[in-house]
């Protein structure tokens, strides 16, 4: 017994040892082969095709812009006229002697007023009121949609506004504005026909040619102290910037706090 387990245990040592020597054999092999330099024409190969990788990405980024620009939206700023862009006025209210601003376009007018006045019910803050009135002198129908202005870069969204809150449930008091309890809109100065939505797709205003829409809309002044105030009255500080938006592009008004009308007055 001895004897053949010697015999097994030598035969089992050989065979391992020759196994051991075929896989080292293998694996230097294998290391030769991962070490040896690439010919001359597979790395020119390579070199070449990296350039040319090299030049495509920036061509196609490039490419890429122009598309980007003509997607996006237009704008006319009033104030800020250019040789291929509208025509911006100013007149005078023949009744109240306010200011109306106004920006022409390829046939297509847009007037503007604006005011301003303290939060009622004792809450503070202020007020913005923006008015916008749409004249089509074109052949096309024209698309009117959400406005908003803009305070010290800031970009704010209409209230959600109604003529009144008689009829609605105590819920939905609690969600919306209501227009006549506003001096811009109760005293006549801002008029109360349409109120363009807080959300850019709940609702589009038709204008069909030779005719006109009125539109208008109330932010909340969002700084903590909007207001300064000297010996003539007290005004919003700053410049603020209200827009309408007429088929793809925004018609902008500048109105400087001191030339808003003080509605509560």
């Known amino acids: 017994m001895k004897n053949g387990y010697f015999c097994q245990s030598r035969a089992f040592r050989s065979g391992l040892t020759k196994e051991h020597r075929r896989w080292k054999y293998t694996e230097m092999k294998s290391t030769a082969i991962q070490q040896m330099p690439l010919p001359t024409a597979v790395l020119s190969k390579l070199a070449v095709a990296f350039v040319a990788l090299t030049l495509v990405l920036p061509t196609s980024a490039q490419d890429d812009v122009p598309i980007l620009k003509t997607e996006a939206t237009g704008a006319f700023v009033w104030g800020e006229d250019t040789r291929a862009g509208a025509v911006s006025s100013s007149i005078r209210d023949p009744l109240t002697g306010n200011a109306i601003h106004k920006l022409n376009h390829g046939g297509v007018e847009v007037s503007s007023r604006a005011g301003f006045e303290k939060i009622r019910s004792g809450h503070a803050g202020e007020l913005l009121n923006f008015t916008a009135t749409v004249v089509n002198n074109t052949t ?125 007055k």
């Open 140 to 264: 096309s129908e024209l698309l009117v949609r959400q406005g908003a202005a803009s305070v010290d870069g800031r970009i704010i969204l209409p209230l959600p506004l109604v003529l009144t809150r008689k009829g609605l449930s105590k819920k939905e008091r609690a969600q919306v504005w209501e227009a006549a309890s506003m001096n811009c809109f109760a005293s006549g100065f801002l008029p109360a026909q349409v109120f363009l939505p807080p959300n850019a797709t709940a609702d589009v205003r038709t204008v069909t040619p030779r005719s006109a829409v009125t539109l208008s809309f109330v932010v909340k002044d969002p700084r903590d102290y909007s207001v300064l105030c000297a010996m003539d009255g007290c005004y919003p500080k700053g410049t603020i910037r209200f827009s309408v938006t007429v088929n793809a592009t925004d018609f902008v008004f500048v109105w400087p706090g001191r030339t808003m009308v003080d509605c509560g």
